[in-house]
C-alpha cells in the first residue's frame, strides 16, 4: 500500500515543497515552488529571514494539494532537505535573536583569525586547536564561512542578541522547531558546527571550551530518520495538515541530494549544480584534505560519511549571464535576434534557449575561459576574495562564447574538485548528475566531456532533494529497509559518454589554463575585494 510524504527541499533562494508517493518506486505526485530573499551585506554578510522562509513552506504546502486528490490526514511524514551550516540563533519561544545567517555568509574574518588563525599554522589553523580538531570532529574549523565564526561574531557584535539566544539550530532544524516545538538537530547538522565528536556522536566538550561555545546552545541530537515531533495543532491548522503528523529530521542538502540521486552505495559519486554545486563521494571512513577544503560529511546513512568538495556559485552563474549578457533593456539577444513567444515555447525557458543555441559557439569558446567565483570559493582553495572573469577574449568573441564559456567554467570546476577528492577517495567512474543544470543534455554532454567521466540523470534530477527527504520519511516509518534499497527506486533515465578525443584536444588544454588563472590572480583579487 502506498505512503505519502511531504518533502521540504529549502534551498537557497528558495523552497520546492513536494507530495510523494513511496511504493514500489518513488514518485512526486505533486510540487511547487516559492522564493526569498538573500540580503547581501555590504561588510561581507549574507542573511535570510525565517519569516520569508515560513511564508513560502505555507503557501507552496497548500498549493500542492489543491493539485492533487490525497488528502492531508494521508500523509505519514513530512521531512526536509535543507541548505546547510547556517546560523539560526533563537530564543526559548524558538524565535530568531537575529536574521538567520548563510552559509554563504564571510563577515566573520576577525573572529576567525582570533579564534584559530594565529600561532604555529598549518594549513591557515593554529596547530594546537587544528590537531585536536581532526581527530574528535574529522574537521577543522578553517573557513570563515563555518558556523562557528557566525556564532562569535554575534557574541561579540551584538551581545543584547547573544544573550537572548537559547539554542543554535540549522535552517531545517529552525522548521523542525517551528512545527514540534523541539529543538534538535540531526548528526549531519551536528557535523557541520565543527562542534561534533563522530567517534561518540555527541557534541564535544572539549572542542566547545577550545572555542569557547557554551554547550547549553546546542539542542538534542536525532538521526535523519528518526522522527522529532508530531505536528503541534496550531501548526497544522496554519498549513492545512493533520495535527500530530510525524516531523522527521531529513538531512543537510549535500547528503540528500545525492540520496536523491540514487548514489547511496560506498564509491558512489553524485555531482550538484543547483544555485551553489559540489562534488560528493560515499565512504566508510573519516577523511579530511585540509589543503584543498575536503572533508566527509556524516551522511544520511548511518556509518558512512560523504567526501564532499563544494563550489558556491554554480548554477547562480548561469542567472547571472542571463540577467547581465543575455538580457538588456530592450529584450533578449544572442545572436542579434529578438527572442519572441515562439522561442519561449520551443524551448520552455530562456535556460533551455541559451544552452540549445550554445552549441554554434566551438567546444572550448574561442579560447575564453570563464571563472565561476562569483561569491568567493571554497574547493579546492579557500578565498573569500575571488571573483569571476573572462579571460581571452578577443575582437572574434561573442555571447555565444561568452555564454558557452560560463558553463564550461563551472564543469572545469567540477572536474578540479574531482582531482582534489581523488587524492583520498577515489569518485566512480560513472557519476550521477543532478540539480537543475542537469535538465540540459548539453550540459550534461559537456560535463561529461570535460570531466572523461560518465554521466547519468535520473528523472526529475532538479527534484533529487526532495526525494531524498522522501527517502528518510520512508525509512522512517519502514516503507523503506534501509539506504541499501535507494538504488533500486531511483534508475538512471540518461547516459552521456565523454568524447575523449575533444577531451585531449581542447579541454585538457583549457582546464590548465583555467587552473592558472587563480594562483596567477590570487593578489589581485585580494587588493581588489579584501574586506575592510
Not at 560560463?406 to 548528475?433: N, Q
Not at 596567477?520 to 575585494?529: H, I, M, P, Q, V
Request: hydrophobic fraction near 35%; include cysteine; aromatic fraction near 10%.
Amino acid at each position: 500500500m502506498a505512503k505519502y510524504a511531504i518533502a521540504y527541499d529549502v534551498g537557497t533562494t528558495g523552497i520546492k515543497t513536494c507530495l510523494i508517493e513511496i511504493d514500489n518506486n518513488i514518485k512526486i505526485i505533486s510540487s511547487a515552488s516559492q522564493g526569498y530573499k538573500l540580503y547581501v551585506l555590504d561588510n561581507g554578510g549574507v542573511e535570510q529571514d525565517p519569516e520569508e522562509w515560513w511564508d513560502a513552506l505555507k503557501s507552496t504546502t497548500k498549493t500542492v494539494f489543491a493539485n492533487t486528490d490525497i488528502k492531508p490526514e494521508q500523509v505519514e511524514g513530512i521531512s526536509f532537505c535543507s541548505q546547510a551550516q547556517g546560523l539560526v540563533l533563537v530564543d526559548k519561544d524558538g524565535k530568531p535573536v537575529h536574521r538567520a545567517f548563510s552559509y554563504m555568509d564571510q563577515r566573520s574574518t576577525e573572529e576567525m583569525k582570533e579564534g584559530i588563525s594565529y600561532g604555529i599554522q598549518i594549513s591557515g589553523g593554529n596547530i594546537f586547536k587544528l590537531l585536536p580538531s581532526l581527530a574528535i570532529t574529522g574537521a577543522a574549523p578553517v573557513s570563515v564561512k563555518d558556523p562557528l565564526w557566525k556564532y562569535q561574531w554575534v557574541k561579540k557584535h551584538e551581545p543584547e542578541n547573544f544573550k537572548r539566544a537559547y539554542k543554535w539550530l540549522d535552517v531545517k532544524e529552525y522548521f523542525i522547531c517551528r512545527m514540534t516545538g523541539e529543538f534538535v538537530m540531526t548528526y549531519d547538522s551536528a557535523f557541520g558546527t565543527e562542534l561534533y565528536d563522530y567517534k561518540k556522536k555527541c557534541f564535544s566538550k572539549k572542542m566547545c571550551s577550545m572555542f569557547d561555545v557554551d554547550m547549553n546552545h546546542l539542542p538534542r541530537l536525532i538521526a535523519s530518520t528518526e522522527s522529532a515531533g508530531g505536528l503541534k495543532k496550531e501548526i497544522a491548522e496554519e498549513l492545512g495538515l493533520k495535527e500530530g503528523t510525524k516531523v522527521f529530521g531529513g538531512g543537510m542538502d549535500a547528503n540528500l541530494i545525492g540520496v536523491g540521486a540514487g548514489s547511496t552505495a560506498l564509491g558512489d559519486t553524485h555531482i550538484y549544480s543547483g544555485t551553489s554545486g559540489w562534488v560528493g563521494t560515499i565512504t566508510d571512513r573519516s577523511v579530511v584534505d585540509v589543503v584543498s577544503m575536503i572533508a566527509a560529511t556524516v551522511a544520511a546513512q548511518p556509518g558512512e560519511y560523504n567526501y564532499f568538495a563544494e563550489l558556491e556559485t554554480s548554477g547562480k552563474c548561469l542567472e547571472w549571464v542571463k540577467d547581465h549578457i543575455a538580457l538588456d533593456e530592450v529584450g533578449v539577444y544572442c545572436e542579434k535576434k529578438h527572442i519572441t513567444d515562439e522561442y519561449e515555447s520551443k524551448y520552455v525557458s530562456l535556460y533551455a534557449y541559451m544552452t540549445e543555441i550554445v552549441k554554434k559557439a566551438a567546444p572550448g569558446s574561442g579560447g575564453v575561459i570563464f571563472t565561476p567565483w562569483l561569491h568567493g570559493n571554497r574547493c579546492p582553495f579557500e578565498d573569500s576574495n575571488a571573483r569571476g572573469m573572462f579571460f581571452n577574449i578577443s575582437l572574434e568573441t561573442g555571447k555565444t562564447e561568452l555564454i558557452r564559456a560560463v558553463l564550461e567554467g563551472v564543469c572545469y570546476h567540477d572536474r578540479w574538485m574531482l582531482e582534489a577528492s581523488a587524492k583520498k577517495v577515489k569518485p566512480s567512474d560513472t557519476i550521477r548528475f543532478v540539480g537543475g543544470g542537469a535538465l540540459s543534455d548539453f550540459t550534461c554532454q559537456t560535463l561529461a566531456d570535460i570531466t572523461g567521466h560518465v554521466i547519468e540523470t535520473v528523472d526529475s534530477p532538479q527534484n533529487v532533494g526532495a526525494v531524498g527527504a522522501a527517502v528518510c520519511v520512508g525509512v522512517g516509518i519502514g516503507a523503506i529497509k534501509d539506504f541499501d534499497q535507494v538504488k533500486s527506486f531511483i534508475p538512471a533515465v540518461k547516459t552521456f559518454k565523454p568524447d575523449l578525443k575533444l577531451k585531449a584536444e581542447v579541454y585538457d588544454k583549457g582546464f590548465e589554463v583555467f587552473k592558472e588563472l587563480y594562483k596567477s590572480n590570487k593578489k589581485n583579487f585580494a587588493a581588489l575585494n579584501k574586506l575592510k
